[in-house]
């Protein structure tokens, strides 16, 4: 999971194969930690078999987000 200024990004480990069911309930949750609002808008890129390779968040997303480590 990639939460960088605006902006929250998931990618799945398997490129081939797609997200996993934990790494979508990962992306969302870190979505919620962020307070990115309910009807923020879901970017995706999909495999050719419409499996999810990378999810993106960017509407309502705080510009400044405080990474865990650093506290």
Known sequence: ???IPGSIVGVA???K????LGELAA???AAYKEDA???AVVECIATWRNSI???K???G???ETTNEHEK
Do not use: C, N, W, Y
Request: glycine residues 4%; neutral net charge.
């Open 1 to 3: 999971m990639l939460i």
């Open 13 to 15: 480990a398997d490129q």
């Open 17 to 20: 194969h797609g997200m996993t």
């Open 27 to 29: 992306f969302v949750q």
């Open 37 to 39: 609002p309910t009807d």
């Open 53 to 55: 390779k990378r999810l």
């Open 57 to 59: 968040v960017s509407q």
């Open 61 to 63: 997303v705080k510009e």
